[in-house]
């Protein structure tokens, strides 16, 4: 079984700093991918940032220069530290991962979500 348990949301002043992290637990074989999305009040779930099994980064065009992913896989752990938040950033924040696992002698390839936290920057 796998989880992913994310920290690190809260209330926060416009232009405040706020880092987020994302664990991930259970039988991972592999991590492919690993990221963030959002999904704001009346908004479609957007990709915040992604990063790849080569390490490499996509970010929204919204966040950046402002939001920094990085990865600790051998904690399989992704981080999102946010800077200059805005109110617009507001929204809950999933962690995302695409994982191989091993069960029962066999590799599986899945998706898997945390249960999301909240983000709101307000004054």
């Known amino acids: 079984q796998v989880q992913l348990v994310e920290s690190g949301g809260g209330l926060v002043q416009p232009g405040g700093s706020l880092k987020l992290s994302c664990v991930a637990s259970?039988?991972?074989?592999?991590?492919?991918?690993m990221g963030w999305y959002r999904q704001g009040p009346e908004k479609q779930r957007e990709l915040v940032a992604r990063?790849?099994?080569?390490?490499?980064?996509n970010y929204a065009d919204s966040v950046k220069g402002r939001f920094t992913a990085s990865r600790d896989y051998a904690k399989n752990a992704v981080y999102l530290q946010m800077n200059n938040l805005k109110p617009e950033d507001t929204a809950v924040y999933c962690c995302?991962?695409?994982?191989?696992?091993?069960?029962?002698?066999?590799?599986?390839?899945?998706?898997?979500w945390g249960q999301g936290t909240q983000v709101t920057v307000s004054s």
């Open positions: 990063i790849t099994s080569g390490g490499m980064i």
């Open positions: 995302n991962a695409n994982l191989e696992t091993f069960s029962g002698g066999s590799y599986y390839i899945n998706n898997y």
């Open positions: 259970g039988r991972i074989s592999r991590i492919n991918a």
